[in-house]
């Protein structure tokens, strides 16, 4: 499967999801002023062999905003809003800071905390900045395209 994210000029770029046997869904993202949330999952999931939004697509889920609660899944969703926050305030919060907000916001949503440690955040935010480094390349109405296994 690839995913393949089209920058727009407007307030939303583009995700497409291409299957293996060249079946494409769509997807809008809101530009967030960082990568694409779903770009923040790539890096997540990929980095640290997690089965998140991403995951579960590439198992044959639909693309939806909606997808049935998963332990796994739940806590990669909690893992990309705290990686996503720290690339709205820089990139710079202390790992350790970052692991104590993840712990916190998992327990606020009732899921379980996946077991990160600061080597995993380091991985992660070096990923985030690859990505970055890369997206920001790419001019308005062009993509990128990223290979999932």
Known sequence: MRLRFTKGNGK????????????????????QGIIPHDMVHYAVEDTLR?????????GGETASFRM??????????????????????????????MIDLYRVTCEARGCPMLPVDEADIAAVRERIATLTEAWTAVPVGKAIELSVA
């Open 68 to 97: 049935a609660a998963e332990a796994e899944s739940d806590g990669v969703e909690r893992l990309v809003e705290v990686m996503q926050g720290d690339g709205w305030s820089g990139g710079t919060t202390p790992a350790a800071e």
């Open 12 to 31: 939303y770029d583009l995700m497409e999801v291409v299957r293996p046997d060249g079946a494409v869904e769509r997807i809008d993202c809101p530009k």
């Open 50 to 58: 997690l089965r998140g939004f991403i995951g579960r697509v590439a």
